[in-house]
T-cell receptor, first 114, second 118 residues
Framework: KTQVEQSPQSLVVRQGENCVLQCNYSVTPDNHLRWFKQDTGKGLVSLTVLVDQKDKTSNGRYSATLDKDAKHSTLHITATLLDDTATYICVVGDRGSALGRLHFGAGTQLIVIP | DMKVTQMPRYLIKRMGENVLLECGQDMSHETMYWYRQDPGLGLQLIYISYDVDSNSEGDIPKGYRVSRKKREHFSLILDSAKTNQTSVYFC?????????????????FGHGTKLSVL
């Protein structure tokens, strides 16, 4: 059974617009949550990691939130660029290091159009 | 420049043939992983390696084996490939952060190997 659900499956936005990607999970324990960006035909690149019960991070135009009570995370991308076109993957770790099991979502495919 | 390198990038094999996927990292990371990625699914862990000759099964090890004789090199082997092993295979390595903080831990992925078994 899928333990990490991402929505929407795909999203099209115009360059310059903001967007929000959602991640809901049922993984227990939920030690930390990561967001990755995967360009087509490439490997995953880490964007951010969230650890606290209610956490917020910011990395340039990317910001993320985590609410462990709700088992929910969001990734916000502001002022999107064409290069933001990619698949964004939510990953929940059940232990305090990558040596623990990582649970991957299927990803949200973001397409940014001119 | 820290990176994980996978070879080959693309591979076509016939059912029953043996397959060797290679992965290298230049960061002296102890822990390395093999995942497969299928459409509509999240990455699934095949094997994890904690160091040379210290390997453990992941979630879907059946039909696969691994070899790690040097810290910087981790191989995935398919003996007698099957059509349902057609997938994109990713290798990754990880470095624990200072003080063991998960916030400082970094995961590095290779570009993937697209394997087609006909």
């Amino acid at each position: 059974k899928t333990q990490v659900e991402q929505s929407p499956q795909s999203l099209v936005v115009r360059q310059g617009e903001n967007c929000v990607l959602q991640c809901n999970y049922s993984v227990t324990p939920d030690n930390h949550l990561r967001w990755f960006k995967q360009d087509t035909g490439k490997g995953l690149v880490s964007l951010t990691v969230l650890v606290d019960q209610k956490d917020k991070t910011s990395n340039g135009r990317y910001s993320a939130t985590l609410d462990k009570d709700a088992k929910h995370s969001t990734l916000h991308i502001t002022a999107t660029l064409l290069d933001d076109t990619a698949t964004y993957i939510c990953v929940v770790g059940d232990r305090g290091s990558a040596l623990g099991r990582l649970h991957f979502g299927a990803g949200t495919q973001l397409i940014v159009i001119p | 420049d820290m990176k994980v390198t996978q070879m080959p990038r693309y591979l076509i094999k016939r059912m029953g043939e043996n397959v060797l996927l290679e992965c290298g990292q230049d960061m002296s990371h102890e822990t390395m992983y093999w995942y497969r990625q299928d459409p509509g699914l999240g990455l699934q862990l095949i094997y994890i390696s904690y160091d040379v000759d210290s390997n453990s099964e992941g979630d879907i090890p059946k039909g696969y084996r691994v070899s790690r004789k040097k810290r910087e090199h981790f191989s995935l082997i398919l003996d007698s490939a099957k059509t349902n092993q057609t997938s994109v295979y990713f290798c990754a390595s990880s470095l624990l952060g200072t003080g063991g903080s998960i916030s400082n831990e970094r995961l590095f992925f290779g570009h993937g190997t697209k394997l087609s078994v006909l």
